[in-house]
């Protein structure tokens, strides 16, 4: 075993393990492919184990691979926040992110215009457990969401300040007999069955949520679907199963579909912002910033009067940063 690791085979391992494609893991690094295979059977033999199983038809990770990646990717996080701690200027600060319109998008726009010199830039996750298990491991930073329903050793590593109770809502096929009204009372789904993401590994904090909206109230969780990444594929696979699904006010719109505010009682969704404890980065200042400043503007911390929020929920107790 070495005593030192060089980084760039540690970097040349992470873009081939990402990718699974050495073609596109070169170009990304821009290197000749050659190199980049050379890197990995150096570290390889450094570490006295095989990394990857490549086949004609694909490349795979070893269990010792598997094992190598958080290591690979928190090694890689403290070299690039090391460097940037004396190159004049912050690195890029990746905040995962919904959309534009949600909170999670907002807040984003707003922190940079309040750090205009540093770089934020959007990832998109799709599910705060997944961004979380992200953020330990180094390859984003901050995201958004459901805090108080991620398991201890994930919320362990995260500082967190409380962002928005997030009134709740339905997506419905365009003519699904509720589609018609304002809003949908909760006891308006009985007897439906309703898509909260579960079996998606990135979003059971959400799930677990939705169990605790639903329950007393003859509303089922729909079983597990494949996983719809983008607008595009979301929609798609919504008009094909012609299920209704869980959502915030904020979501937005599908082709063919219509979203509609849940009452009786309002539903609220504990929306958290999250970043990795002791990370130091004027972005993070930004987003905290920008994430206080729309709470008061917009009235995101004020719940209406008998609304329904997870009993899991500990906000009351303010930020853990």
């Not at 069955?193 to 677990?208: F, K, L």
């Amino acid at each position: 075993m070495p005593r030192d690791v060089d980084p760039r085979l540690l970097r040349s391992f992470l873009a081939a393990a990402e990718d699974l494609h050495f073609t596109r893991a070169a170009a990304r690094l821009y290197v000749a492919q050659q190199a980049l295979s050379r890197d990995i059977r150096r570290l390889e033999r450094e570490l006295g184990a095989d990394l990857f199983v490549r086949t004609t038809r694909q490349v795979t990770l070893t269990p010792d691979g598997e094992r190598l990646l958080p290591y690979a990717r928190r090694v890689l996080a403290a070299q690039d926040e090391l460097l940037g701690a004396f190159a004049g200027e912050a690195r890029p600060l990746l905040v995962d992110v919904n959309s534009e319109g949600m909170t999670s998008g907002r807040v984003l726009a707003l922190a940079r215009e309040l750090a205009p010199r540093h770089e934020l830039m959007a990832r998109f996750e799709s599910g705060l457990t997944g961004a979380a298990a992200g953020i330990l491991d180094g390859r984003i930073d901050a995201s958004f969401g459901y805090a108080d329903g991620l398991v201890p050793a994930l919320r362990s590593g995260l500082a967190c300040q409380f962002v928005r109770y997030e009134p709740m809502a339905v997506l419905l096929p365009h003519d699904h007999p509720l589609a018609a009204r304002a809003e949908v009372p909760l006891d308006a789904l009985a007897g439906e069955t309703v898509y909260a993401g579960d079996g998606n590994p990135a979003t059971p904090e959400w799930t677990e949520l939705a169990r605790q909206l639903f329950a007393g109230r003859s509303i089922a969780i729909a079983p597990p679907a494949p996983m719809a990444v983008g607008a595009q594929e979301f929609g798609r696979v919504m008009a094909r199963t012609r299920t209704p699904v869980l959502a915030v006010v904020d979501f937005p719109v599908l082709p063919g579909a219509v979203l509609r505010p849940l009452v009786d009682p309002v539903p609220l969704s504990p929306v958290w912002l999250v970043w990795r404890k002791g990370l130091n980065h004027p972005g993070v200042n930004a987003l905290r910033a920008a994430a206080a400043t729309l709470a008061k503007s917009e009235g995101w911390l004020e719940r209406p009067l008998g609304s329904w929020f997870p009993t899991t929920a500990v906000t009351a107790r303010g930020d853990n940063s």
